[in-house]
């Protein structure tokens, strides 16, 4: 066996429910670029897990553009890596409704992420939202994927994903691989600028709590000036009790490569604003490079779509494979 052969599979998913945030960029497609040279890797922009929100037609078909230009722009390269949107590829949801029915209401109810989204949009709790883990748990296991990157807020679908690839194996015979997630610990959770007890996320309706991958210098360095930190005047790391300080520093951390005992030294006996300003600085230059490819592939609609045809016909050719196994496997009949 090739060594190709032998590397193992990674699938991840993001949400085209808005523009991607740094938080998205440091616990999520960061990594992805960096573990294409080492896995066989399968990156979807989840646009079907969009709708369990309220989406406005045209800005999600928008935002879908804007998510693959953006991974494309962040480095995922479509001829190593299999680039998809979820919707293009109907095994998804073929395999979703096998899980949903080997899924317990019980264990969807103790999802945290269907009780916060509930609570934030209560008037929209549907079904789709209560079974999202499920179509996650499709998405992984239609492709027996070993590992999945994604940031800490995900690891209780991933659990879930585990369960019921378990249960499907025992009721069944051995069919899927069980997932392992692979969080890194530097900016697994990146916290909103505006409120630093909560994760920083796209749908927040305070611009003020996010930075987008989009956002201009100005405005970058804009919103580090206004992020929430505390009175102490201090850099120091304590996530305790300077959740807002910290959270800057794990910026910091991430683009300089320097860790806090260093960080703080650099910014001893200097104030926030100081320090506020050079997370700003580091961050839009990280940012800038990506910002011009990003519009570069904006303006290519000819070469995205060329891009989505060929990941989607690509995941195609693994996912029925493992669509028809399984429809088997639970006796649905077969001509
Ligand atoms: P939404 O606000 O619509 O729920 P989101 O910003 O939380 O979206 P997702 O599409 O749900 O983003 O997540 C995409 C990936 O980014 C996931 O792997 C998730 O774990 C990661 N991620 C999201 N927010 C953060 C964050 N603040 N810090 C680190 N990783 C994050
Ligand atoms: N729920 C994920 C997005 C997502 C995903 C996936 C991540 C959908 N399907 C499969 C990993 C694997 C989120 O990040 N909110």
Same mark, same amino acid.
């Given at each position: 066996?090739?060594?190709?052969? %032998? !590397?193992?599979?990674?699938?991840?998913?993001?949400?085209?429910?808005?523009?991607?945030?740094?938080?998205?960029?440091?616990?999520?497609?960061?990594?992805?670029?960096?573990?294409?040279?080492?896995?066989?890797? /399968?990156? %979807?922009?989840?646009?079907?897990? &969009?709708?369990?929100?309220?989406?406005?037609?045209?800005?999600? +078909?928008?935002?879908?553009?804007?998510?693959?230009?953006?991974?494309?722009?962040?480095?995922?390269?479509?001829?190593?890596?299999?680039?998809?949107?979820?919707?293009?590829?109907?095994?998804?949801?073929? /395999?979703?409704?096998?899980?949903?029915?080997?899924?317990?209401?019980?264990? /969807?109810?103790?999802?945290?992420?269907?009780?916060? !989204?509930?609570?934030?949009?209560?008037?929209?709790?549907?079904?789709?939202?209560?079974?999202?883990?499920?179509?996650?748990?499709? #998405?992984?296991?239609?492709?027996?994927?070993?590992?999945?990157?994604?940031?800490?807020?995900?690891?209780?679908?991933?659990? /879930?994903? +585990?369960?019921?690839?378990?249960?499907?194996?025992?009721?069944?015979?051995?069919?899927? *691989?069980?997932?392992?997630?692979?969080? =890194? !610990?530097? $900016?697994?959770?990146?916290?909103?600028?505006?409120?630093?007890?909560?994760?920083?996320?796209?749908? @927040?309706?305070?611009?003020?709590?996010?930075?987008?991958?989009?956002?201009?210098?100005?405005?970058?360095?804009?919103?580090? !000036?206004?992020?929430?930190?505390?009175?102490?005047? =201090?850099?120091?790391?304590?996530?305790?009790?300077?959740?807002?300080?910290?959270?800057? %520093?794990?910026?910091? *951390?991430?683009? =300089?490569?320097? @860790?806090?005992?260093?960080?703080?030294?650099?910014?001893?006996?200097?104030?926030? &604003?100081?320090?506020?300003?050079?997370?700003?600085?580091?961050?839009?230059?990280?940012?800038?490079?990506?910002?011009?490819?990003?519009?570069?592939?904006?303006? @290519?609609?000819?070469?995205?779509?060329?891009?989505?045809? #060929? $990941?989607?016909?690509?995941?195609?050719?693994?996912?029925?494979?493992?669509?028809?196994?399984?429809?088997?496997?639970?006796?649905?009949?077969?001509?």
């Amino acid at each position: 066996m090739s060594s190709e052969d %032998m !590397k193992k599979r990674i699938l991840s998913g993001i949400q085209p429910s808005g523009s991607f945030t740094l938080g998205n960029y440091i616990g999520a497609i960061r990594n992805w670029a960096a573990l294409q040279d080492q896995f066989d890797c /399968l990156y %979807m922009v989840a646009d079907l897990h &969009a709708l369990t929100v309220r989406q406005v037609p045209a800005q999600l +078909r928008a935002h879908t553009c804007e998510a693959v230009s953006m991974l494309l722009a962040a480095g995922i390269d479509p001829k190593q890596s299999i680039l998809f949107v979820q919707s293009h590829v109907p095994a998804h949801t073929q /395999l979703n409704w096998i899980l949903c029915c080997n899924c317990q209401f019980g264990e /969807l109810s103790r999802m945290t992420q269907f009780k916060d !989204k509930s609570l934030s949009h209560p008037d929209n709790v549907n079904g789709g939202l209560f079974t999202y883990p499920a179509l996650m748990a499709a #998405d992984i296991l239609v492709y027996n994927a070993d590992l999945v990157p994604v940031g800490q807020d995900q690891t209780q679908h991933l659990e /879930l994903a +585990r369960t019921v690839a378990n249960r499907f194996n025992n009721l069944y015979s051995p069919t899927f *691989h069980l997932p392992e997630g692979y969080i =890194t !610990k530097e $900016g697994a959770k990146i916290m909103s600028l505006a409120d630093p007890s909560k994760k920083m996320s796209k749908s @927040d309706p305070n611009v003020n709590s996010f930075v987008l991958m989009n956002d201009d210098k100005d405005t970058i360095i804009r919103k580090f !000036k206004r992020a929430v930190t505390d009175s102490e005047g =201090t850099v120091r790391y304590d996530v305790e009790n300077k959740a807002g300080i910290s959270n800057l %520093m794990s910026i910091y *951390h991430v683009f =300089t490569g320097k @860790d806090m005992s260093e960080i703080e030294n650099e910014f001893s006996g200097r104030g926030y &604003a100081d320090f506020k300003a050079a997370v700003g600085e580091v961050v839009s230059d990280a940012l800038a490079p990506i910002q011009g490819e990003y519009t570069k592939y904006m303006n @290519d609609k000819a070469y995205l779509n060329e891009v989505l045809k #060929d $990941g989607a016909e690509k995941a195609s050719r693994i996912a029925d494979r493992m669509v028809s196994k399984v429809y088997k496997k639970v006796g649905l009949y077969q001509m």
